[in-house]
């Protein structure tokens, strides 16, 4: 039997850099990964997007597209063995996607795109669903029925994602009641988005979207005490130069300690053994 990439009994966590970047970048976060993935009980899967189809301008960097990014995706996992994860934007994109990655993830503008959902569902990834900045947890059920009856086999790998709701104009706010409530309309593993969720859209310089980094590491904690079986983190060697959403990235160096109390709050809530400590 496979292994599980969204196991409900574990800690486990999805982190890249939000864009395909330079392969030295690409492999330096990876290489990292890798090695913290033994620190995961739940393992790492390692997500870049080759297209950034939604930013907030149109001389943003969108980086390579689809054939680029799915080769540099490709050695990525070719160098690193960690599971790969990527956006995709329409439905022409996934069978091509799916034959190198092992989780599609549907971008949360689009999370109820039927056409997108249906094809995604119909390729024999993963799916991961992250919820609408405007939605309810309760709507989720919808986008999920119609990746799993495209699948034809529900108990294939479906998870959503929590990444904040729009609180007026230019921030969102986590309501982390929405971390169980999700689970319980969609009876999907719950992942919680720790680098969206402080994002400022349209606060960044030039009408970019900004983002408050420094509340990442508290809401990650919050919600793995809330329930969220996952987490969704970008992750970059300098942030502040990323070629996407650097404001509300995690340092790479600062990655680690965050990660091992993420899994420290795990098992405390959950009455679990916690990471393996050095003797």
């Not at 690409?26 to 739940?42: F, H, S």
């Not at 996952?230 to 990655?255: C, I, K, Q, W, Y």
Request: overall charge positive; aromatic content about 4%.
């Amino acid at each position: 039997m496979a292994k599980s990439l969204f196991p409900d009994d574990r800690l486990f966590v999805i982190a890249g850099p939000c864009v395909v970047e330079s392969d030295r970048v690409n492999l330096r976060v990876a290489d990292t990964l890798a090695k913290l993935a033994e620190r995961v009980p739940g393992g790492i899967v390692f997500k870049a997007s080759f297209d950034k189809a939604n930013r907030s301008n149109a001389g943003a960097h969108r980086g390579p597209g689809l054939d680029a990014g799915l080769e540099a995706l490709a050695r990525i996992g070719e160098r690193t063995g960690l599971p790969l994860l990527t956006d995709v934007h329409d439905a022409e994109q996934c069978s091509k996607a799916a034959a190198v990655v092992d989780v599609l993830q549907i971008p949360a503008f689009l999370c109820r795109q039927t056409d997108l959902l249906l094809a995604a569902g119909a390729t024999s990834c993963a799916v991961n669903v992250k919820k609408g900045q405007w939605l309810h947890p309760e709507g989720m059920r919808g986008a999920v029925d119609k990746v799993r009856g495209a699948q034809g086999r529900p108990r294939r790998e479906v998870a959503v994602t929590e990444r904040g709701s729009f609180f007026g104009y230019g921030d969102l706010v986590v309501d982390m009641r929405s971390i169980s409530r999700m689970a319980t309309a969609t009876g999907c593993p719950v992942i919680f988005d720790g680098t969206h969720s402080v994002q400022q859209p349209g606060k960044g310089k030039g009408g970019a979207s900004g983002g408050v980094r420094e509340m990442i590491r508290p809401l990650t904690l919050a919600a793995v005490a809330a329930g969220a079986n996952g987490l969704f983190l970008e992750t970059h060697p300098d942030p502040d130069h990323a070629l996407s959403d650097g404001p509300n990235m995690v340092r790479l160096r600062d990655l680690g300690d965050l990660l091992d109390r993420a899994v420290d709050v795990w098992a405390a809530v959950r009455g679990r053994g916690g990471r393996k400590r050095a003797r």
